[in-house]
Nanobody, 124 residues
């Protein structure tokens, strides 16, 4: 079982930056692909980014490529999302998520562990 706790959300002006953190419990963190999703008001939750077990492979939704960077520190059981050049359209609740251990399917779906979410608001 993996429990996830996000932090780092807040209010920022357009063009600004935020770094989200997700602290994971448990001893198997380094064997889970981790991802970030977001849900804007009235919309479905969507994939943002994912990172493989070792951190060697990363995946991004097209609208955040070149602006967001996902990373992880397996020694600290933490995954990060660095968000630069933020736009009002990035406003959403951001969720950290994990796939089941050693899962080798798509990094964009099949997440079974979820955090409670952290609000990111970008003002224009």
């Amino acid at each position: 079982q993996v429990q996830l706790v996000e932090s780092g959300g807040g209010l920022v002006q357009a063009g600004g930056s935020l770094r989200l953190s997700c602290a994971a419990s448990g001893r198997t963190f380094s064997r889970h692909t981790m991802g970030w999703f977001r849900q804007a008001p009235g919309k479905e939750r969507l994939f943002v980014a994912a990172i493989s077990w070792s951190g060697g492979r990363t995946y991004y939704e097209d609208s955040v490529k070149g602006r967001f960077t996902i990373s992880r520190d397996n020694a600290k059981n933490t995954v990060y999302l660095q968000m630069n050049s933020l736009e009002p359209e990035d406003t959403a609740v951001y969720y950290c998520a994990g796939q089941r251990m050693l899962y080798t399917g798509s990094p964009r779906s099949e997440y079974i562990y979820w955090g409670q979410g952290t609000q990111v608001t970008v003002s224009s």
